[in-house]
């Protein structure tokens, strides 16, 4: 049997839910499907001392503040899942749970969605499903020939598994500067990054990010030059713990390896470091494979968006994968704004 509503929203994390609050308030209606089986979308997965960038009146959803959490300046991910449970049920948004899309096909005038749980159709789709599901490994030579332990950031749990291990962190952004300081009093840490690591100044967090990627996406709209935007300002900003170890010079950084061993990595000069573990901080893909039927893709395979609207079809919106789908939509603070721009988007497109 299919179930009909207005709008299918895909993913019940933070755009989701961002998503679900706007098409609330414009009296929309909507279904919210996520994969999981809780709330908190991919910040209950993540690693046990991750915090956020920012004190919690700047990691706030739309309409309702992220209380602060007693004892710390910057919340850690457990707080956050809280923030989104407590979001989620305070909108009565309608969340369905541990449901999985498989695709999203045109029927006529509609949209159709295809889960593990039945279908809906819709007359228009929002993806917010996020990056978390899509971890990225470079095709470094070798890799397949370690016999050391590999693992990617979202495997990453707690330095306490590799106490007195030799232990290579990849990758020069704020995930890997974050487990690398994690690792670093407890493990041989060896740290890779592609270029030198460039950590933000030290007073600046989530809400300076936020206006950054802000005037970037003013300036680009508006036809003046590309200011650069986050990646302007640095990679890394420096939380306490970053910043703690970055201080006591636990954090000297290599320059990338061109190779793995059995058991080790290898610079181009043959030097080589041994390995009982290698972390793998190198970045997302977004999960978009359900949208795979519509052939939304570019030679390129990105999908060409206005704002959050898609190109080729303007009944599906994509939120919270990046600046490319809104200025720092991928950050609590950021997803805001462009979930109402596409919440006004689709009234229109239902209006009409």
Same mark, same amino acid.
């Given at each position: 049997?299919?179930?009909?509503t207005?709008?299918?929203?895909?993913?019940?994390?933070?755009?989701g839910l961002?998503?679900?609050?706007?098409?609330?308030?414009l009296?929309?209606?909507?279904?919210?499907?996520?994969?999981?089986?809780?709330?908190g979308?991919?910040?209950?997965?993540?690693?046990?001392?991750?915090?956020?960038?920012?004190?919690a009146?700047?990691?706030?959803?739309?309409?309702?503040?992220?209380?602060a959490?007693?004892?710390?300046t910057?919340?850690?991910?457990?707080?956050?899942?809280e923030?989104?449970?407590?979001?989620?049920?305070?909108?009565?948004?309608?969340?369905?749970?541990g449901?999985?899309?498989?695709a999203?096909?045109?029927?006529?005038?509609?949209?159709?969605?295809?889960?593990?749980?039945?279908?809906?159709?819709?007359?228009a789709?929002?993806?917010?499903?996020?990056?978390?599901?899509?971890?990225f490994?470079?095709a470094?030579?070798?890799?397949?020939?370690?016999?050391?332990r590999?693992?990617?950031?979202?495997?990453?749990k707690?330095?306490?598994?590799f106490?007195?291990?030799?232990?290579?962190?990849?990758?020069?952004?704020?995930?890997?500067?974050?487990?690398?300081?994690?690792?670093?009093?407890?493990a041989?840490?060896?740290?890779?990054?592609?270029?030198? !690591?460039?950590?933000?100044?030290?007073d600046?967090? *989530? $809400?300076?990010l936020? @206006?950054? /990627?802000?005037?970037?996406?003013?300036? %680009?709209?508006?036809?003046?030059?590309?200011?650069?935007?986050?990646?302007?300002?640095?990679?890394?900003?420096?939380?306490?713990?970053?910043r703690s170890?970055?201080?006591?010079?636990?954090l000297?950084?290599?320059?990338?390896f061109?190779?793995?061993?059995s058991t080790?990595?290898e610079?181009?000069?043959?030097?080589l470091?041994?390995a009982?573990?290698?972390?793998?901080?190198?970045?997302?893909?977004?999960a978009?494979?359900?949208?795979?039927?519509?052939?939304?893709?570019?030679?390129?395979?990105?999908i060409?968006?206005?704002?959050?609207?898609?190109?080729?079809?303007?009944r599906i919106?994509?939120l919270g994968?990046?600046?490319?789908?809104? !200025?720092?939509s991928?950050?609590?603070i950021?997803? *805001? $704004?462009?979930?109402? @721009?596409a /919440?006004?988007?689709?009234?229109?497109? %239902?209006?009409?």
């Amino acid at each position: 049997m299919t179930q009909r509503t207005d709008v299918v929203v895909i993913g019940g994390g933070q755009a989701g839910l961002a998503a679900g609050y706007h098409l609330r308030r414009l009296g929309i209606e909507h279904v919210i499907l996520d994969a999981q089986t809780a709330p908190g979308g991919a910040w209950q997965h993540t690693w046990d001392s991750l915090h956020l960038f920012s004190p919690a009146q700047y990691s706030s959803l739309p309409g309702r503040l992220m209380p602060a959490q007693p004892g710390q300046t910057h919340p850690d991910a457990r707080h956050v899942v809280e923030y989104l449970a407590e979001y989620e049920k305070r909108y009565e948004l309608p969340v369905q749970r541990g449901v999985w899309v498989d695709a999203v096909h045109r029927d006529g005038t509609c949209l159709r969605v295809a889960s593990d749980s039945g279908e809906w159709q819709a007359r228009a789709v929002i993806g917010a499903t996020g990056t978390w599901t899509r971890p990225f490994i470079p095709a470094v030579p070798g890799r397949r020939e370690f016999s050391g332990r590999q693992l990617h950031t979202v495997q990453y749990k707690s330095p306490a598994e590799f106490a007195g291990l030799r232990v290579i962190v990849v990758g020069g952004g704020n995930s890997g500067a974050q487990i690398a300081a994690d690792l670093a009093s407890v493990a041989e840490l060896t740290w890779v990054t592609r270029r030198p !690591p460039r950590y933000l100044a030290d007073d600046i967090d *989530g $809400r300076a990010l936020f @206006d950054a /990627a802000t005037a970037r996406r003013q300036a %680009l709209d508006a036809g003046h030059g590309d200011t650069g935007g986050v990646a302007s300002l640095g990679d890394i900003v420096a939380v306490p713990p970053v910043r703690s170890a970055r201080d006591a010079g636990l954090l000297p950084a290599k320059p990338m390896f061109t190779r793995l061993t059995s058991t080790a990595v290898e610079w181009a000069d043959g030097t080589l470091a041994e390995a009982d573990a290698v972390v793998w901080c190198t970045g997302f893909r977004p999960a978009l494979a359900h949208f795979a039927s519509l052939r939304l893709r570019g030679t390129r395979g990105h999908i060409a968006t206005v704002g959050t609207r898609t190109v080729d079809d303007p009944r599906i919106h994509l939120l919270g994968y990046g600046d490319w789908t809104g !200025p720092a939509s991928a950050t609590l603070i950021g997803v *805001g $704004r462009p979930a109402r @721009d596409a /919440a006004r988007e689709i009234a229109s497109l %239902l209006s009409g």
